[in-house]
């Protein structure tokens, strides 16, 4: 089996001419660990920002609350994308080898997952995607303001910027904000490929157990997967909160407008995230019913040997009932059948849903402060710790 499973090694979703172009320089570190790409993409246009901003003269403003939105996507969301993507690229792998070695995908369905694998791998080595949403960000950039979408905020618009920021704004407009849609259109594909390729896996014929131990046929381990979206899900929100943040300072939105943003994080998540485990539901649910009916059928039968045994006219020489082993066998029985009716059709747990939602809040309680400022609440604290 570890022979055949070797077949099946390095399934990865990294790849294309930015992956490629990093992994010659060397920010590309074991063929999967990408933060150092990730923090040079999301730091020499900053660096480059700030200087620009300084030569024009406004230092002062490229720090105020009301372009923060700046700082958390060229310093935060940029890098964040990258972790996410060198935390995922082992996990995937895993997934991979783990369905293989526990014969989910038995050894007559390997040939056709070894071929969707080599499909996966020549369309994220292909240079078609990247340059697609490249020039789809090129094109957004460009048409951005004229479809006034840009938003509300400097940070958003240069044209709203301070008069002496006009060269570090327009930096940020065409290059900045150009990268940062790039590479969230690079993700988004990324997503959609690992969509198709679980799609792909549920159509093989699986050999599914429903009595798993992991609550989901055997295939538990790719919630382990899902867990490590987690960075990408605190990138999403973080730039949210930055728009939030940068329109509750400038006096364009109140208070009440973190909710409906934060739900839509939260539905966001849902969608990207949590979305894609529902594709082998269908499969997870045909094998449940399969397994009831099955295990019904079964302790039927074992049942009715019981009864003729124990409680019916039995013979005088049978074996005493003290210690006897079919009373443990009835009940792992009835066991068994209570894990096949709670076997969860969807490979989500409670505590995987409860990760997502600390991630995405995380970046919102900040946001607090612009009601209850750190002052007042000091005050008020100190006030009822010492009854003054």
């Known amino acids: 089996m570890m022979e055949e499973s070797g077949r099946f090694d390095n399934f990865s979703l990294l790849g294309g001419p930015l992956h490629r172009l990093g992994h010659r320089v060397g920010l590309v570190r074991d063929e999967t660990n990408t933060v150092r790409l990730g923090l040079a993409l999301g730091v020499i246009p900053w660096l480059i920002l700030m200087v620009l901003a300084l030569i ?6 490229i720090f105020s609350p009301s372009v923060i939105g700046v700082h958390a996507r060229l310093l935060l969301a940029i890098p964040l994308f990258f972790l996410c993507e060198s935390l995922l690229a ?3 792998d895993m997934f991979v080898r783990t369905i293989i070695r526990s014969e989910v995908v038995p050894l007559h369905a390997q040939p056709a997952l070894e071929a969707e694998i080599a499909r996966i791998h020549r369309w994220k ?9 490249l020039l789809a960000a090129i094109v957004f950039s460009v048409f951005a303001s004229q479809l006034h979408i840009s938003g509300t905020t400097a940070a958003y618009d240069p044209s709203r910027a301070a008069p002496e920021m006009m060269l570090a704004a327009q930096w940020y407009l065409i290059v900045c ?5 790039f590479l969230m259109l690079r993700w988004l594909w990324r997503l959609g490929l690992w969509c198709f390729f679980l799609w792909r896996v549920s159509r093989l014929d699986l050999q599914l157990t429903p009595t798993h131990p992991d609550g989901t046929a055997g295939l538990g381990y790719l919630e382990v997967v899902h867990a490590h979206f987690t960075p990408l899900i605190l990138a999403i929100s973080l730039v949210q909160a930055a728009m939030l943040a940068e329109e509750l300072s400038s006096g364009m939105a109140s208070f009440e407008a973190i909710y409906p943003a934060f739900a839509l994080v939260l539905m966001a998540v849902a969608v990207l995230f949590l979305g894609p485990m529902f594709i082998l539901t269908p499969r997870l649910w045909a094998s449940r019913v399969k397994g009831l009916s099955d295990y019904m059928v079964f302790g039927s039968s074992y049942v009715n040997g ?7 006219k039995g013979e005088p020489d049978r074996e005493p009932l003290l210690g006897t082993s079919d009373l443990q066998s009835l009940a ?3 066991n068994s059948i209570s894990v096949v009716r709670e076997m969860r059709v969807v490979p989500i747990s409670l505590f995987l849903v409860k990760d997502y939602v600390l991630v995405a809040l995380l970046p919102f309680l900040p946001l607090l402060l612009f009601k209850y400022p750190v002052a007042d609440l000091a005050e008020k604290f100190f006030a009822r710790l010492t009854g003054l």
């Open 56 to 61: 024009e003269g406004a230092g002062h403003q």
């Open 177 to 181: 904000l150009t990268l940062f849609r």
């Open 306 to 312: 019981f009864n003729s045994k124990w409680l019916g």
């Open 332 to 334: 792992d029985l009835g």
């Open 125 to 133: 080595d292909s240079w078609v995607p990247d340059t697609v949403s």
């Open 90 to 92: 082992p996990r995937l």
